[in-house]
């Protein structure tokens, strides 16, 4: 890969999540997307849903929904060293009460990908 094209992507993509969400774990094959269910008690939401959206030819996705108590949750099946779309959506009774879209770049294996804090 080019890496004057990787750091230009890199700097262009929105990469940093909200307020009260976090990576907990960026991997070469999964994320893990933790949240402050305290700081977004305004939204009343019951469940938070995480969807990696890989754009080819055709659109390939993964997702996950868990209720918002358990302030984690860990999306696998993932390729390595791939760019992904990120959607973060909360819903409260199966209506979207918030929704955020950003990028991430997943790890080549053997990377390094503990405690990362934004998407790269």
Do not use: C
Request: proline share 4%.
């Amino acid at each position: 890969v080019d890496p004057e094209l990787m750091a230009k992507l890199t700097k262009e993509l929105k990469t940093t999540l909200p307020e009260h969400f976090r990576w907990i774990h960026v991997g070469s094959r999964s994320l893990e997307l933790g949240w402050n269910a305290t700081g977004l008690a305004n939204l009343h939401a019951d469940h938070i849903k995480l969807t990696a959206n890989l754009y080819t030819t055709y659109v390939t996705f993964k997702y996950r929904n868990v209720p918002i108590e358990r302030q984690k949750l860990t999306l696998e099946g993932l390729k390595p060293s791939t760019f992904y779309e990120v959607v973060v959506q909360a819903f409260k009774g199966g209506s979207q009460v918030f929704k955020y879209t950003g990028f991430i770049r997943t790890l080549a294996p053997g990377e390094d990908g503990a405690d990362r804090a934004s998407g790269f």
